[in-house]
């Protein structure tokens, strides 16, 4: 088990406490030393025994505890006071917002012990009329369900995709494998996806199964077959291979690389066109004489269609535009001349900025933007003023140095909850770029944070507004705001919204990004890279800007350094 599981089981242990009324300082000890957890940058293997103790709140007892878990990946006492109570208590509490105190009063006053008995008593009105709960209690609660329900997909695209391209270049090793790649969600850049599906080429098929079930990662085999076979890694993603004869390759990938929806709307074309489309190729309806069938391309040339990109394969267009030629031509990884928000050392960063532009000039980049935090953001040693002018020297001097390089220096600046920004405007005037973000007071009213971000980007000096929404991909769902009015305001403003390249935040999603670019919003990529490996994120920004329809004239890192200061001024 690592940091993050112990200290959850600890949380868990204290909520079952708090639920039958246990002793206060006990509960509060669990909590604590949760807590210490998961602030531990260590990992808890790393310890011996007399270290744990030392660890702020744990002492002999949990410190046993841990071991115990470290060892054996369980803890005896867990299991059975997780006995002691009825078990769908604890995946009520798994819905955000509610706690022990909640469910032990809907458990004794209504019976309620399972999410489902919740649901049905929240939509008959039970809840909202149970004396010690807030008035707002019943409607949080279906909400909380409905986030809990849409769940089920839940790899980051990130992860999946480096599992993913592992397993292809292992398999492409074998010479009998003519061509291998990935297809399904993850190939049309879903930020989060179920399983991983491959499609590979080949005449042997026996011998890629083999190899397949055999590799290193392989936990489990779920199933062998000649054409198919599913395996579960040691992290517990399942993994479906299917083999398929070279000369149909193409008509496969089309088919498993989905989505659904598009794979009915071209099949329905097919139709009209007195065709017939399925994983083996396009036929002629009538004589069934084959169109197309080895290469992507022509499957879709065989419709009389442009290539369609896997991205933009959702049924939201993009056939009626590949009919009439008219397709987007998507930003890629190439077109990138710059990153756009970059941190340091100087804040929480952990290299120097001197690093990060080596690295970033490396990559090809022309530029970079240097977006330590402000100082509101105590938490992430956030830059005042004087520091702030410091940097600025520092990259006057770095700048010196470079010839086909420029540091631009900005800052993400913290917005407060009334919209105001966390430097005043006699410190904004003197940087190259203002990012501003809203970094707490989330739970503001939908009416408070559309000012409170309308505010901020009415400030003449603010260009993006980085992580717009403020999503956590399975963590936390965005904030609440009115995102139309939003993207009017950047257009009017001309500030640009981003795109956050950090796998967990991929905000602006697919949607709102294209959402933005409609109404004629500049599109900013930015990886938040806080090391230099982190510059790598710009695949994943890339991947949902592609999702986005987005082409390089919606992206401001595809503009020349000069372009890109005369772009984003506002007056
Ligand atoms: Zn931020
Ligand atoms: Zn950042």
Same mark, same amino acid.
């Given at each position: 088990?690592?940091?993050? /599981?112990?200290?959850?089981?600890?949380?868990?242990?204290?909520?079952?406490?708090?639920?039958?009324?246990?002793?206060?300082?006990?509960?509060?000890?669990?909590?604590?030393?949760?807590?210490?957890?998961?602030?531990?940058?260590?990992?808890?293997?790393?310890?011996?025994?007399?270290?744990?103790?030392?660890?702020?709140?744990?002492?002999?007892?949990?410190?046993?505890?841990?071991?115990?878990?470290?060892?054996?990946?369980?803890?005896?006492?867990?299991?059975?006071?997780?006995?002691?109570?009825?078990?769908?208590?604890?995946?009520?509490?798994?819905?955000?917002?509610?706690?022990?105190?909640?469910?032990?009063?809907?458990?004794?006053?209504?019976?309620?012990?399972?999410?489902?008995?919740?649901?049905?008593?929240?939509?008959?009105?039970?809840?909202?009329?149970?004396?010690?709960?807030?008035?707002?209690?019943?409607?949080?609660?279906?909400?909380?369900?409905?986030?809990?329900?849409?769940?089920?997909?839940?790899?980051?695209? @990130?992860?999946?995709?480096?599992?993913?391209?592992?397993?292809? @270049?292992?398999?492409?090793?074998?010479?009998?494998?003519?061509?291998?790649?990935?297809?399904?969600?993850?190939?049309?850049?879903?930020?989060?996806?179920?399983?991983?599906?491959?499609?590979? +080429?080949?005449?042997?098929?026996?011998?890629?199964?083999?190899?397949?079930?055999?590799?290193?990662?392989?936990?489990?085999?779920?199933?062998?077959?000649?054409?198919?076979?599913?395996?579960?890694?040691?992290?517990?993603?399942?993994?479906?291979?299917?083999?398929?004869?070279?000369?149909?390759?193409?008509?496969?990938?089309?088919?498993?690389?989905?989505?659904?929806?598009?794979?009915?709307?071209?099949?329905?074309?097919?139709?009209?066109?007195?065709?017939?489309?399925?994983?083996?190729?396009?036929?002629?309806?009538?004589?069934?004489?084959?169109?197309?069938?080895?290469?992507?391309?022509?499957?879709?040339?065989?419709?009389?269609?442009?290539?369609?990109?896997?991205?933009?394969?959702?049924?939201?267009?993009?056939?009626?535009?590949?009919?009439?030629?008219?397709?987007?031509?998507?930003?890629?990884?190439?077109?990138?001349?710059?990153?756009?928000?970059?941190?340091?050392?100087?804040?929480?960063?952990?290299?120097?900025?001197?690093?990060?532009?080596?690295?970033?000039?490396?990559?090809?980049?022309?530029?970079?933007?240097?977006?330590?935090?402000?100082?509101?953001?105590?938490?992430?040693?956030?830059?005042?003023?004087?520091?702030?002018?410091?940097?600025?020297?520092?990259?006057?001097?770095?700048?010196?140095?470079?010839?086909?390089?420029?540091?631009?220096?900005?800052?993400?600046?913290?917005?407060?909850?009334?919209?105001?920004? *966390?430097?005043?405007?006699?410190?904004?005037?003197?940087?190259?770029?203002?990012?501003?973000?809203?970094?707490?007071?989330?739970?503001?009213?939908?009416?408070?944070?559309?000012?409170?971000?309308?505010?901020?980007?009415?400030?003449?000096?603010?260009?993006?507004?980085?992580?717009?929404?403020?999503?956590?991909?399975? /963590?936390?769902?965005?904030?609440?705001?009115?995102?139309?009015?939003?993207?009017?305001?950047?257009?009017?403003?001309?500030? +640009?919204?981003?795109?956050?390249?950090?796998?967990?935040?991929? *905000?602006?999603?697919?949607?709102?990004?294209?959402?933005?670019?409609?109404?004629?919003?500049?599109?900013?990529?930015?990886?938040?890279?806080?090391?230099?490996?982190?510059?790598?994120?710009?695949?994943?920004?890339?991947?949902?800007?592609?999702?986005?329809?987005?082409?390089?004239?919606?992206?401001?890192?595809?503009?020349?350094?000069?372009?890109?200061?005369?772009?984003?001024?506002?007056?």
């Amino acid at each position: 088990m690592n940091n993050k /599981e112990i200290a959850r089981v600890f949380r868990v242990i204290a909520d079952i406490l708090e639920i039958k009324d246990e002793n206060f300082f006990r509960i509060r000890a669990y909590r604590n030393a949760a807590g210490h957890i998961e602030n531990l940058t260590q990992d808890l293997n790393d310890f011996n025994q007399a270290g744990l103790q030392d660890i702020p709140g744990v002492g002999a007892d949990l410190s046993a505890k841990i071991i115990e878990m470290l060892k054996s990946g369980k803890l005896e006492y867990f299991e059975e006071l997780k006995k002691s109570i009825p078990c769908g208590l604890l995946d009520i509490m798994d819905i955000p917002g509610i706690g022990p105190k909640t469910t032990k009063l809907l458990y004794e006053k209504l019976r309620i012990d399972s999410i489902d008995s919740l649901e049905k008593a929240a939509r008959s009105g039970l809840i909202a009329g149970l004396p010690g709960l807030k008035e707002k209690t019943q409607e949080n609660i279906l909400k909380g369900i409905l986030l809990i329900k849409q769940k089920p997909e839940k790899i980051l695209f @990130s992860y999946a995709q480096n599992t993913a391209e592992n397993i292809i @270049s292992s398999l492409k090793k074998l010479k009998e494998i003519k061509q291998a790649c990935i297809a399904g969600s993850l190939r049309r850049g879903k930020e989060t996806v179920r399983d991983i599906d491959i499609l590979a +080429a080949s005449l042997s098929a026996e011998k890629a199964m083999e190899l397949f079930t055999g590799l290193d990662l392989v936990k489990d085999v779920i199933a062998k077959g000649p054409a198919k076979s599913s395996i579960r890694t040691k992290d517990g993603i399942q993994v479906d291979l299917r083999v398929v004869d070279p000369k149909s390759f193409g008509a496969a990938l089309v088919y498993f690389t989905g989505s659904k929806e598009h794979n009915i709307r071209i099949r329905e074309l097919a139709k009209k066109n007195n065709l017939k489309i399925n994983e083996y190729g396009v036929f002629d309806l009538k004589t069934d004489k084959i169109a197309a069938a080895e290469k992507e391309e022509d499957i879709y040339a065989a419709l009389g269609l442009s290539f369609i990109p896997p991205e933009l394969r959702e049924d939201r267009g993009e056939v009626e535009a590949a009919k009439i030629k008219k397709l987007p031509k998507l930003i890629t990884l190439s077109d990138i001349k710059a990153d756009l928000h970059v941190h340091s050392e100087w804040s929480d960063g952990n290299a120097s900025i001197s690093v990060m532009a080596e690295t970033a000039f490396k990559k090809g980049y022309e530029y970079m933007v240097i977006s330590d935090h402000s100082q509101g953001l105590g938490i992430a040693r956030g830059l005042n003023p004087q520091r702030l002018y410091k940097q600025i020297d520092e990259i006057k001097t770095l700048n010196k140095k470079f010839k086909k390089f420029r540091i631009l220096s900005a800052a993400e600046v913290d917005i407060k909850s009334d919209g105001t920004l *966390d430097f005043s405007e006699d410190v904004l005037k003197d940087l190259d770029v203002v990012l501003a973000a809203v970094h707490s007071g989330f739970k503001q009213s939908s009416r408070e944070m559309t000012k409170r971000l309308v505010k901020a980007m009415e400030n003449r000096y603010v260009n993006i507004i980085v992580h717009p929404t403020g999503r956590l991909i399975n /963590e936390r769902p965005r904030y609440e705001f009115d995102f139309e009015e939003v993207v009017k305001t950047a257009k009017d403003t001309n500030t +640009a919204l981003e795109i956050n390249c950090y796998p967990k935040r991929l *905000d602006l999603d697919d949607i709102h990004a294209r959402r933005a670019k409609q109404e004629g919003v500049r599109i900013s990529l930015g990886t938040d890279a806080h090391s230099a490996e982190q510059f790598e994120f710009m695949r994943l920004g890339v991947m949902v800007g592609r999702r986005a329809w987005l082409e390089k004239k919606d992206v401001l890192n595809c503009l020349s350094c000069e372009e890109f200061l005369k772009k984003i001024k506002k007056d």
